[in-house]
């Protein structure tokens, strides 16, 4: 009876389950990705290929671990992820001139034309998001978003998540 009580108890000190902030941002993100999935299923990209090969799109070329953080997955999970990119063809590896063992990583021709195959079905999505929650919600939400990822930057950088 004991354990009973204490674990009631611990749980009244928590805040309610339902103001778990941890729990609302993935509640959202759930939602969110569940109008994302099937396409990226349908084009067999998983939702970590995809965050890659976007951040891919950015930029000319980036190192594994700026590519870890710029797409929040961790560096385990990224060696197994672009090993799959590579296979594909998605992306293309090079050696810098000035230390061969870092490895440069870019998106490939045939990425890019994943990407703009994807593209405008993704741009739809977002565009449908918009309409139910409202663009100008939409935004503040961005706003608040990195405003809130800034103030809990850790030395000005987001950690990378655990490898599962």
Same mark, same amino acid.
């Given at each position: 009876?004991?354990?009973?009580?204490?674990?009631?108890?611990?749980?009244?000190?928590?805040?309610?389950?339902?103001?778990?902030?941890?729990?609302?941002?993935?509640?959202?993100?759930?939602?969110?990705?569940?109008?994302?999935?099937?396409?990226?299923?349908?084009?067999?990209?998983?939702?970590?290929?995809?965050?890659?090969?976007?951040?891919?799109?950015?930029?000319?070329?980036?190192?594994?671990?700026?590519? +870890? !953080?710029?797409?929040?997955?961790?560096?385990?999970? $990224?060696?197994?992820?672009?090993?799959? /990119?590579?296979?594909? =063809?998605? @992306?293309?590896?090079?050696?810098?001139?000035?230390?061969?063992?870092?490895?440069?990583?870019?998106?490939?021709?045939?990425?890019?034309?994943?990407?703009?195959?994807?593209?405008?079905?993704?741009?739809?999505?977002?565009?449908?998001?918009?309409?139910?929650?409202? +663009? !100008?919600?939409?935004?503040?939400?961005?706003?608040? $978003?990195?405003?809130?990822?800034?103030? /809990?930057?850790?030395? =000005?950088? @987001?950690?990378?998540?655990?490898?599962?």
């Amino acid at each position: 009876m004991s354990a009973i009580l204490s674990r009631t108890k611990a749980a009244d000190d928590l805040r309610a389950f339902s103001r778990s902030l941890p729990m609302a941002l993935l509640k959202a993100r759930e939602a969110v990705m569940a109008r994302f999935r099937p396409l990226l299923r349908e084009h067999d990209v998983t939702e970590q290929q995809w965050r890659a090969l976007r951040a891919l799109t950015t930029v000319e070329g980036l190192r594994a671990g700026e590519l +870890a !953080r710029l797409s929040c997955i961790s560096m385990p999970s $990224l060696s197994r992820i672009l090993k799959t /990119l590579d296979k594909r =063809g998605l @992306i293309a590896r090079s050696s810098e001139d000035s230390d061969q063992r870092a490895v440069n990583i870019a998106i490939s021709d045939e990425g890019r034309r994943l990407v703009a195959r994807i593209g405008p079905h993704s741009e739809q999505r977002y565009a449908d998001i918009a309409e139910a929650f409202g +663009a !100008r919600r939409l935004e503040a939400l961005y706003a608040e $978003l990195d405003a809130l990822t800034s103030c /809990l930057a850790v030395d =000005g950088e @987001i950690p990378l998540p655990d490898e599962d």
